[in-house]
């Protein structure tokens, strides 16, 4: 592979940087819990059901005396602070409340990791409801981070779904070209990286080339790794790819994608500048494929 495109060249992946310490070892210490519980400067996301509240339009942290009565969730350290979500019941939720796509443009990027570790808490909690073994009721344990049936004893544990996400190139920098695609549902001019979820008994470089295959028809040869990110939509695992095609004529399956292009950097550029090309946004790791195989930073995010 070229080595403009070789990863760990040092490109920021939103949504991975900033990482807390889970400290997963304090989550049945109940003394250490009460301590910190009674420390004004804990802070605590305020969650009802998967949404959360907006102050001013941003993300707001309150005290543990200021939360309500819910469900705690112990999210971790940072810089000597500690960090909860308390998980009211989703009925007190009115139109002040919003979901994660609303919240991706409302956080300091340095709260991203923490938001993402409390929402995708929520979003399990709600969704697991039974005992997938007996059909029991549920009951969490582990500070919201383990679900045990009150019938077999059975723990559930919080799943995540892997999906790759790549940027294909043809020939080798800096005349080589990035492969990009739209959804049908898109609006005019919306392009990005193809991705999909990895199957059972598949590896990340067979996902690669399998949905690259099916979605552009383009095939597939050398893949690297070139990073991950956590997208709690409601629970994947981006890993990113650096994947060097093969072949090139494009053959759209019609249905994941209604269209795909080879740009060049010179068309990326003038296209994103002029607005006829919108690129994805930099809260995304596709952002952060592009922006690695452009070389910089480019205009027209959504």
């Given at each position: 592979?070229?080595?403009?495109?070789?990863?760990?060249?040092?490109?920021?992946?939103?949504?991975?940087?900033?990482?807390?310490?889970?400290?997963?070892?304090?989550?049945?210490?109940?003394?250490?819990?009460?301590?910190?519980?009674?420390?004004?400067?804990?802070?605590?996301?305020?969650?009802?059901?998967?949404?959360?509240?907006?102050?001013?339009?941003?993300?707001?942290?309150?005290?543990?005396?200021?939360?309500?009565?819910?469900?705690?969730?112990?999210?971790?350290?940072?810089?000597?602070?500690?960090?909860?979500?308390?998980?009211?019941?989703?009925?007190?939720?009115?139109?002040?409340?919003?979901g994660l796509r609303q919240l991706l443009g409302a956080f300091e990027e340095s709260d991203a990791p923490l938001v993402v570790h409390a929402v995708g808490i929520a979003e399990w909690l709600w969704a697991t409801r039974f005992c997938?073994?007996?059909?029991?009721?549920?009951?969490?344990?582990?500070?919201?981070?383990?679900?045990?049936?009150?019938?077999?004893?059975?723990?559930?544990?919080?799943?995540?779904?892997?999906?790759?996400?790549?940027?294909?190139?043809?020939?080798?920098?800096?005349?080589?070209?990035?492969?990009?695609?739209?959804?049908?549902?898109?609006?005019?001019?919306?392009?990005?990286?193809?991705?999909?979820?990895?199957?059972?008994?598949?590896?990340?470089?067979?996902?690669?080339?399998?949905?690259?295959?099916?979605?552009?028809?383009?095939?597939?040869?050398?893949?690297?790794?070139?990073?991950?990110?956590?997208?709690?939509?409601?629970?994947?695992?981006?890993?990113?790819?650096?994947?060097?095609?093969?072949?090139?004529?494009?053959?759209?399956?019609?249905?994941?994608?209604?269209?795909?292009?080879?740009?060049?950097?010179?068309?990326?550029?003038?296209?994103?500048?002029?607005?006829?090309?919108?690129?994805?946004?930099?809260?995304?790791?596709?952002?952060?494929?592009?922006?690695?195989?452009?070389?910089?930073?480019?205009?027209?995010?959504?």
């Amino acid at each position: 592979m070229a080595e403009r495109l070789s990863p760990g060249a040092g490109t920021p992946i939103a949504l991975s940087a900033y990482a807390h310490d889970r400290i997963a070892g304090r989550r049945t210490d109940e003394a250490w819990l009460a301590s910190v519980w009674a420390l004004e400067e804990t802070r605590v996301l305020v969650m009802a059901g998967t949404r959360v509240r907006l102050a001013d339009g941003k993300v707001s942290w309150v005290s543990p005396a200021q939360a309500p009565e819910g469900e705690k969730v112990l999210l971790g350290e940072r810089d000597g602070d500690v960090y909860f979500a308390v998980i009211a019941p989703a009925e007190v939720a009115d139109e002040g409340w919003v979901g994660l796509r609303q919240l991706l443009g409302a956080f300091e990027e340095s709260d991203a990791p923490l938001v993402v570790h409390a929402v995708g808490i929520a979003e399990w909690l709600w969704a697991t409801r039974f005992c997938p073994r007996c059909g029991g009721p549920l009951e969490p344990r582990m500070l919201g981070h383990v679900l045990r049936c009150q019938a077999c004893g059975r723990d559930e544990f919080p799943r995540t779904d892997p999906a790759v996400i790549m940027i294909v190139t043809d020939g080798e920098y800096p005349e080589d070209r990035c492969l990009l695609g739209r959804n049908p549902a898109w609006p005019p001019g919306r392009y990005s990286t193809l991705a999909g979820f990895v199957e059972p008994g598949e590896s990340i470089e067979q996902a690669v080339r399998r949905e690259v295959m099916e979605e552009a028809g383009v095939q597939v040869g050398e893949v690297a790794y070139f990073g991950s990110q956590p997208w709690p939509l409601p629970r994947s695992l981006m890993v990113g790819c650096l994947a060097k095609a093969e072949s090139t004529e494009i053959s759209v399956d019609g249905d994941e994608l209604e269209d795909a292009r080879w740009f060049t950097r010179e068309q990326m550029k003038a296209e994103a500048e002029a607005g006829t090309l919108v690129l994805p946004g930099g809260i995304s790791i596709s952002r952060s494929l592009v922006e690695h195989w452009y070389g910089g930073a480019l205009p027209g995010a959504w």
